[in-house]
């Protein structure tokens, strides 16, 4: 955000301190410095993360955004790129790994697989995107996304940060924010808050099966 | 094949050997021999002790679903290079065990595991059996033509409800949870305690003799991953650590396990393509090679001379822009933070530039087809090529050579730390630089010539130490021994078309077997396809290298420390793409 964009205009400054003052809100300064400061998390889940790290090197150069501060510890990173295929084995980590950064924090989904399980959708494993689990600021649609492409959901994050209002944000209200519950592994991947729903379904009698002959009617 | 008539004297030795063991396997475009469970040792030992297959390529296993019956397929080679040995078991499909090679292989270790996982085949006397891609305690064998997974539709692609009508709708609305998951009856989920890891907590029990000790310290074990800056993605070891000493290391996969095989059997032949340049996503052209001559082998087709070059730049140009980028990040695991790797990607970046030029994408190239390659290369891309391989590329690895070889640090950190021997090498089925830094001249474009690369000059690198340093120097070696082939490529590639007959979208592939393999940047890249004539492959194998690779990853690491625990990692250099598929 340039100068400009800080200064309130509504309020005159004497000319002769223009060059010193700048008058402006609390949201728009606070906003400015952390969108322009995000430290994402040193995080690679599949292929994608190779073009994260692309991204970070010296051609697409994320550091001209205020972003090249990767830290491999969630206690210490802002905004998590989940930069691959999220699978079921791996899907309490990541749960555990957002419970542990510090608020504020973003989550990015990079490429079809985070945002919704890609080509690997079907598979048995694989958990058909990660906002299932966390919570997701930005998409990046591509598989995988091109560095332009991440940059661009970077700079989405950043108006998106811009945006905020701190007597509304999350973590700015009182009282503490819940850990989101980490997922079990079973028999099958178990989110702890569909326990009841896969009591009953399991409990379920068995249909009595009708043979229906696919496409019986058009034949 | 079309010999169906002429027997392997091979086989026919291990026949006439084994008459009452061994029979042929004489199924239309089969070969091999198939060996009764209870007499797999002995013919294994043959082979390995009186014909020289000292090498256990492969191991995994297949569903003749509807049939009852099972197959667990071995492929063991030479070591001074040739043809496979193809040997299959029978089983059926309750309770099936199969006596395990490790103890005569132990670089069957982790396959056995992997088959074990996915077919729920037994290996008797294993020493570590458990599940390894995924959880203990998962529902079921997943790769059972019978199992289906909870967003299942049908056996083939395309879709009926996606292709021709084109009403398809979200499957995880139909399944009553919303959501790719499905239970047991009955289940009742508090049972479960969600604790995976104790199986492998107890495989790493080792016999604590204070006595032998100078100074009694606790012994400690350390998880290194799944989410760790030095495991290069979602890698995981467990380590036992004597004060900084390494006892006992486990490696855990399968965090990133996509399900590729499961998928691929249902994919049609060349939808496949694009997928296989997710397995190892550092050398997606070397994949596309690999599986392209698999499925040419039983399709009984040639590529155009043209196509072949093509080919061979790209895999080589792979080659190049992979070993660059593992050299950095070898220097990232020892603490020379993030420059060298800055400059490898620098290269990385130029060659990506090429594959975009070629193939519409950086990374994901989806670039080769059944007889030839999906566009041919202009001119201007020809240049830019040369450019790379006469004008920048040498001088840039003579500079990173010069950099990093004879750095007093990396020379301290990296020699004699995590050394297989030769012999160890081999038996542990490791493959690629890896190998050929413990001194075996072994390199499928060598020991099993494919493509173009027997008219081809180049040298096989190896040394002699088998250690961390050694594996770092074959790699810049094979990045010279890369761009001397280059240069020969471009100046003689051919004019002319770059597919045989006309592009085909649903591929005809006669039944039959086949496995393939490609020397890729981390080693033999196999693929073991069956085709039973329908559109898609009946059973699709991929035998991934680095997977292999870190069969003897314990072994090389029990001594050292735990920060070359890092190198030593750094140097196998793994893709988990590939590793866990
Ligand atoms: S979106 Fe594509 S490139 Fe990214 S992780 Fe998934 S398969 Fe790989």
């Known amino acids: 955000m340039a100068e400009n964009d800080l200064n309130n205009p509504e309020i005159d400054i004497p000319d002769e301190l223009?060059?010193?003052?700048?008058?402006?809100?609390?949201?728009?300064?606070?906003?400015?410095?952390?969108?322009?400061?995000?430290?994402?998390?040193?995080?690679?889940?599949?292929?994608?993360?190779?073009?994260?790290?692309?991204?970070?090197?010296?051609?697409?150069?994320?550091?001209?955004?205020?972003?090249?501060?990767?830290?491999?510890?969630?206690?210490?990173?802002?905004?998590?790129?989940?930069?691959?295929?999220?699978?079921?084995?791996?899907?309490?980590?990541?749960?555990?790994?957002?419970?542990?950064?510090?608020?504020?924090?973003?989550?990015?989904?990079?490429?079809?697989?985070?945002?919704?399980?890609?080509?690997?959708?079907?598979?048995?494993?694989?958990?058909?995107?990660?906002?299932?689990?966390?919570?997701?600021?930005?998409?990046?649609?591509?598989?995988?996304?091109?560095?332009?492409?991440?940059?661009?959901?970077?700079?989405?994050?950043?108006?998106?940060?811009?945006?905020?209002?701190?007597?509304?944000?999350?973590?700015?209200?009182?009282?503490?924010?819940?850990?989101?519950?980490?997922?079990?592994?079973?028999?099958?991947?178990?989110?702890?808050?569909?326990?009841?729903?896969?009591?009953?379904?399991?409990?379920?009698?068995?249909p009595v099966v009708d043979v229906i002959i696919e496409g019986g009617e058009t034949a | 094949m079309s010999e169906q008539t002429a027997i392997h004297p091979l086989y026919a030795q291990l026949i006439s050997k084994f008459p009452d063991s061994v029979v042929r396997d004489d199924r239309a475009g089969f070969n091999g021999v198939v060996v009764q469970p209870l007499n797999l040792l002995e013919v294994v030992k043959e082979l390995r002790d009186s014909l020289g297959y000292d090498y256990l390529s492969s191991v995994t296993a297949a569903d003749d679903f509807p049939e009852e019956r099972l197959e667990v397929i071995y492929h063991l080679f030479k070591s001074v290079g040739g043809a496979p040995a193809v040997i299959k078991v029978f089983l059926g499909r309750e309770e099936p065990v199969v006596p395990s090679l490790t103890p005569m292989y132990p670089g069957a270790e982790l396959q056995e595991r992997e088959v074990w996982d996915l077919y729920g085949i037994r290996f008797a006397n294993h020493p570590d059996l458990r599940r390894i891609l995924l959880w203990e305690g998962f529902q079921g064998f997943p790769l059972r033509k019978d199992w289906k997974e909870p967003l299942y539709e049908e056996d083939v692609k395309p879709f009926k409800s996606r292709w021709p009508e084109g009403k398809g709708e979200r499957k995880e609305l139909l399944n009553p949870y919303k959501d790719n998951v499905q239970y047991p009856r009955e289940f009742e989920p508090s049972t479960v305690s969600g604790d995976v890891d104790q199986a492998m907590y107890k495989s790493l029990e080792y016999s604590d003799d204070p006595n032998s000790r100078v100074i009694k310290t606790d012994q400690l074990v350390v998880n290194l991953g799944p989410q760790h800056p030095s495991?290069?993605?979602?890698?995981?070891?467990?380590?036992?650590?004597?004060?900084?000493?390494?006892?006992?290391?486990?490696?855990?996969?399968?965090?990133?396990?996509?399900?590729?095989?499961?998928?691929?059997?249902?994919?049609?032949?060349?939808?496949?393509?694009?997928?296989?340049?997710?397995?190892?996503?550092?050398?997606?052209?070397?994949?596309?090679?690999?599986?392209?001559?698999?499925?040419?082998?039983?399709?009984?087709?040639?590529?155009?001379?043209?196509a072949e070059y093509i080919r061979v730049m790209m895999a080589e140009l792979t080659r190049i822009a992979s070993h660059t980028m593992t050299t950095g990040f070898l220097l990232n695991d020892l603490g020379a933070y993030f420059t060298?790797?800055?400059?490898?990607?620098?290269?990385?970046?130029?060659?990506?530039?090429?594959?975009?030029?070629?193939?519409?994408?950086?990374?994901?190239?989806?670039?080769?087809?059944?007889?030839?390659?999906?566009?041919?290369?202009?001119?201007?891309?020809?240049?830019?090529?040369?450019?790379?391989?006469?004008?920048?590329?040498?001088?840039?690895?003579?500079?990173?050579?010069?950099?990093?070889?004879?750095?007093?640090?990396?020379?301290?950190?990296?020699?004699?730390?995590?050394?297989?021997?030769?012999?160890?090498?081999?038996?542990?089925?490791?493959?690629?630089?890896?190998?050929?830094?413990?001194?075996?001249?072994?390199?499928?474009?060598?020991?099993?010539?494919?493509?173009?690369?027997?008219?081809?000059?180049?040298?096989?690198?190896?040394?002699?130490?088998?250690?961390?340093?050694?594996?770092?120097?074959?790699?810049?070696?094979?990045?010279?021994?890369?761009?001397?082939?280059?240069?020969?490529?471009?100046?003689?590639?051919?004019?002319?078309?770059?597919?045989?007959?006309?592009?085909?979208?649903?591929?005809?592939?006669?039944?039959?077997?086949?496995?393939?393999?490609?020397?890729?940047?981390?080693?033999?890249?196999?693929?073991?396809?069956?085709?039973?004539?329908?559109?898609?492959?009946?059973?699709?194998?991929?035998?991934?290298?680095?997977?292999?690779?870190l069969t003897s990853l314990a072994q090389m690491c029990k001594g050292a420390k735990v920060a070359d625990a890092v190198t030593i990692l750094g140097a196998v250099d793994i893709v988990l793409g590939e590793v866990d598929r």
């Open chain 1, 18 to 206: 223009k060059q010193q003052i700048a008058v402006t809100t609390l949201d728009r300064i606070y906003n400015w410095s952390r969108s322009n400061s995000l430290w994402p998390m040193m995080f690679g889940l599949a292929c994608c993360a190779i073009e994260m790290i692309c991204t970070a090197a010296s051609r697409y150069d994320l550091s001209r955004f205020g972003m090249e501060v990767m830290r491999p510890s969630p206690r210490q990173a802002d905004v998590m790129i989940v930069s691959g295929t999220v699978t079921k084995k791996m899907v309490p980590q990541i749960v555990r790994l957002y419970n542990q950064m510090s608020e504020p924090k973003y989550v990015i989904a990079m490429g079809a697989c985070a945002s919704g399980g890609g080509p690997f959708k079907e598979g048995y494993n694989v958990v058909p995107g990660v906002d299932k689990f966390i919570p997701v600021d930005v998409y990046v649609a591509g598989c995988p996304p091109t560095p332009q492409a991440l940059l661009h959901g970077l700079i989405t994050l950043q108006k998106k940060i811009e945006g905020e209002h701190i007597p509304d944000t999350r973590w700015y209200k009182k009282g503490e924010v819940e850990a989101l519950p980490i997922p079990i592994l079973g028999p099958d991947l178990m989110d702890p808050r569909h326990f009841e729903l896969i009591r009953e379904e399991t409990h379920k009698p068995l």
């Open chain 2, 231 to 306: 495991t290069h993605g979602v890698f995981r070891m467990a380590v036992v650590l004597e004060g900084e000493t390494i006892v006992n290391l486990k490696p855990v996969v399968g965090y990133l396990h996509r399900n590729h095989e499961k998928i691929g059997e249902r994919n049609t032949w060349l939808q496949n393509m694009p997928y296989t340049d997710r397995l190892d996503y550092l050398a997606p052209m070397s994949n596309n090679f690999g599986y392209a001559i698999t499925v040419e082998k039983l399709m009984g087709i040639v590529p155009t001379e043209r």
């Open chain 2, 340 to 549: 060298p790797a800055l400059y490898a990607l620098e290269e990385r970046e130029l060659i990506l530039d090429v594959f975009e030029e070629v193939a519409g994408s950086r990374m994901m190239v989806n670039y080769f087809r059944f007889g030839g390659v999906v566009r041919d290369v202009s001119p201007e891309v020809l240049k830019k090529i040369k450019h790379l391989v006469y004008n920048r590329l040498p001088r840039k690895i003579d500079e990173l050579d010069k950099y990093i070889s004879a750095n007093e640090i990396v020379r301290t950190r990296c020699e004699g730390v995590g050394v297989l021997t030769a012999d160890d090498a081999i038996a542990f089925s490791t493959t690629g630089p890896n190998l050929r830094a413990s001194g075996v001249p072994y390199d499928i474009r060598r020991a099993d010539p494919y493509s173009i690369y027997e008219s081809l000059d180049f040298d096989v690198c190896t040394h002699d130490h088998g250690d961390v340093y050694d594996r770092y120097r074959v790699r810049i070696d094979e990045i010279r021994q890369s761009i001397r082939i280059l240069k020969q490529v471009l100046d003689r590639i051919p004019e002319g078309p770059i597919m045989a007959g006309k592009p085909q979208y649903a591929t005809k592939v006669p039944a039959g077997e086949a496995y393939g393999r490609v020397e890729g940047p981390r080693g033999e890249l196999g693929f073991y396809v069956v085709s039973d004539g329908k559109p898609n492959p009946k059973r699709y194998h991929v035998r991934a290298p680095s997977f292999i690779n």
